[in-house]
Every structure is written in C-alpha cells, then in structure tokens.
C-alpha cells in the first residue's frame, strides 16, 4: 500500500475484554515496529520484527501483551484482559531495511485504545 | 534511556526562527526527527547520520554532534503549517528508535 495502515483507528473496550490491533506495512518493508504512545508522551517501543521473526519484544509491558507477524507482511497487537492503563494510541511504523540506522520509519496514524 | 528535549513548548510568530534541541546520554548510530500533529500519524523530517551525513528535508536544516550526542532541528522562516510537536528519536541499537517527549511548536499569525 502506499502508507503504513492501521485497524481500528479507535477501540473502545470494556475492562477485562480482549483486543487485536491490526497493522498493514509498506509493501515490501522489512522491519516493523509497534509503539504506545500516552496522551502528551512520545512514542515508546513495543516490539520490533524483522520479515516474520520477532527480535526485540523488551517494550511490551506485561504478558497481556502479544504481537505477532506470521508471514513477513501484516501485523497484530494483541491485547488480553485489558486494564485502564491500556488506554493509549498504538502507532505501528515500518521500514525498507532491518536496521533503524538510516533508513527512514514510517508511521500509521495508529489504533485509539480507550478502555473504560 | 529516553533523548532529552528542550525547550519543551515554544510560540513563535509566523516567520521567526527556531531551534529544538535533543541530547542522549549514550552514544548513538543515528537521531531521526518528526512532527507530529494532533490526531496524526508522526511524519518524518530528517535523519542524521554518525560522520555528518544528512537525509531530509530542503527547508529545514539539522545538526548533530557526535561528541557530545546532542542534535539540533532549524526551523527558519517558520510558517503556520510548521506548528505541531516535535520528537527526536535516537537509535543506539541499530534496530529501533527512542523518542524524547517532545517540543510542542505554535506558530501564530
């Protein structure tokens, strides 16, 4: 596609409910990341995979927390038993090489997460 | 460790300059910098590479100093459309991005 696309752009969930957060990357981008970001905050990392390969997930704050990319393209945020805390805007970004390093990230508008 | 931002907020009027300033304690590979309005997806506007290379924008200029690990974002003859918040992100991994907490940046009429 020609940006990185995101689903739902806004979700409400009750507490205690699942979610799955849904990213679509650039085509053919390699890496791909997941950020939380808090109203007023920057983006904080999540995860980061590498085609389908998981090789960073020290940012997912607890094992409610889930990502996953099974065949190198798409990928899901999943959400179990979400808390308030939760509440946030997901940003999913992705990139052309498999390194950060000079190469440009691109974003998504993100996932609105309210969880009530 | 979070890149430290300053000034946090700045209001200029239409045509007056800026700088934005982010400094890490730790040595990095690269400092990319975006803008983000509310509501919108982060869009990229530069990257700074150890050894002085630069990927970017025309209209805004950048700097970093790799001794002491700080960057810097020009912003000259700002226009209203520049307002927004601005992140640097640093990359000391080689693999993802640390964002600071942002300068928010009015420009008025």
């Known amino acids: 596609g020609a940006g990185v696309s995101q689903s739902p752009r806004y979700k409400v969930a009750k507490r205690g409910q699942d979610v799955a957060l849904r990213c679509d990357p650039i085509s053919g981008h390699v890496s791909l990341f997941w950020y939380q970001q808090a109203l007023g905050q920057g983006p904080e990392f999540l995860t980061y995979?590498?085609?389908?390969?998981?090789?960073?997930k020290s940012g997912l704050p607890s094992d409610r927390f889930f990502a996953e990319r099974p065949e190198g393209s798409v990928s899901t945020l999943k959400i179990q038993r979400t808390q308030q805390e939760d509440s946030a805007v997901y940003l999913c970004?992705?990139?052309?090489?498999?390194?950060?390093?000079?190469?440009?990230?691109?974003f998504g508008e993100g996932s609105w997460l309210t969880v009530v | 460790q979070q890149p430290v931002q300053s000034p946090q907020a700045v209001i200029l009027r239409e045509g007056e300059d800026a700088v934005i300033n982010c400094s890490s304690s730790?040595?990095?590979?690269?400092v990319h910098w975006y803008r983000q309005k509310h509501g919108e997806a982060p869009v990229f506007l530069m990257i700074l590479l150890k050894g002085g290379e630069q990927k970017g924008h025309e209209k805004i200029s950048a700097s970093f100093n790799e001794k002491k690990q700080q960057s810097s974002l020009y912003l000259t003859a700002s226009q209203l459309s520049y307002s927004g918040t601005y992140f640097c992100g640093t990359d000391r991994s080689g693999s993802r991005l640390t964002f600071g907490e942002g300068t928010q940046l009015t420009v008025n009429p």
């Open positions: 970004a992705s990139s052309s090489a498999g390194t950060a390093s000079g190469n440009t990230i691109y």
């Open positions: 995979f590498q085609n389908e390969a998981q090789l960073d």
């Open positions: 730790k040595a990095l590979y690269s």
